[in-house]
Structure formats: structure tokens, C-alpha cells
């Protein structure tokens, strides 16, 4: 069994918030533990909590397009989201439920060590760029400890506010370039007004 197999055993036995008590299924992630790009949602919605699969909606369909118009398949990627456990009514997820979760996120970065981290939505933006708003740093990247962290809107916001897919269409399209050219791409230094985005 792979450490990643692990680490699902261990997500499927959480107890550590009240999510645990009417979840149907947890939805730890999946992809290859290879891959090169993760991209983290915020929270499994009514498909994912049935399948225990991430993205399976109308969101993850729209997700799948915007991997094919940059030449890749949903295999080829690893998909996550901020907490494992999907909230009743798909409410937001709460900061003690983000905080129970974060560990686990933290434990899969470490198992795959992707190249590039692509927040989708602005509760797994937070967790990367703390303090930014998604409507100014979307599109926008920075690199440290040799990972990096790119911010996009969740495809959700295109589903729900059509001006926002040609937004989405055009910063994903931004990711092959970004990965092209990321041994060339400095780390970002701590300073006072933050690290700095690209």
C-alpha cells in the first residue's frame, strides 16, 4: 500500500469535527501521487459526498473542459479540496472544520510535492495568499519552497456568474507557461507587504 492509500485510510476514519457525524463519504482526493499539478477546491458538494470523489458535479465537468483546453485529462492531475467532508446544505466551510482538516492537505502536499499548487475558490486562496482578495490576485502566482501557489476562481463562479468563464478560461491557460519556465522563476522573498506575486 502506498503512503498516499495510507494517508485515505487514515481521512476515512476522521472524527476531529461534526462534518464527521453526516458525511456519507469522505472525498480525501485523488490523481497520481506523481503529479505535477494539484488543485484544491473548498468542500465536496452533494455529488462528491454520494461518490467520495472530488469534482463529479457540474463544477468538475466545467474543470475538466478547462484541463483539455490545455492539453490535459483529469488522470494526469491530482484534485483535492480544503476540508474532506462535505458541509450540510453546502454551506461554507467553517474556520474550526478548515483548521480540523488542514492537516491531512498538508500531509498530501508532502506525499506528491507537485510543481505547481492551483487554488480554486477563495478558502483554499486563503490558505496560500492569507489576507489577498480572489478579485485582484486571481491569475497571479509565487513560488516558495519550490512550489507554485496560483490562485484561480472555483468553476463553480462560472456556473453562477457567466462573466467570470472567460476570466477562468484565460488564467488556466497561463499554467503551461508558468511551468515551462518555473526553474527560472525566483522564490518569493518575505518582506513587508507580503511575497511577492507574479
Known sequence: ???????????????????????????????????????????????????????????????EELLASIGLKREQVYIANVIKCRPLGNRDPLPSEIQACSQWLEQQIELIRPKMVVTLGRYSMARYFPGESISKIHGKAKKQDNIIYYAMYHPAA?????????????????????????????????????????
Do not use: N
Open 158 to 198: 462560472a456556473l453562477h456568474q457567466g462573466s467570470l468563464r472567460k476570466i477562468i478560461e484565460e488564467d488556466i491557460h497561463r499554467i503551461p507557461e508558468i511551468l515551462a519556465k518555473i526553474d527560472k522563476i525566483p522564490e518569493a522573498k518575505a518582506g513587508p507587504q507580503q511575497l511577492t506575486l507574479f
Open 1 to 63: 500500500m502506498s503512503a498516499l492509500d495510507e494517508l485515505y485510510r487514515q481521512i476515512e476514519r476522521c472524527q476531529r469535527c461534526e462534518l464527521a457525524r453526516y458525511r456519507t463519504r469522505v472525498v480525501p482526493g485523488e490523481g497520481p501521487e506523481t503529479a505535477s499539478l494539484l488543485f484544491i477546491g473548498e468542500a465536496p458538494g452533494w455529488h462528491e459526498d454520494q461518490q467520495g470523489r472530488p469534482f463529479v458535479g457540474p463544477a468538475g465537468q466545467f474543470l
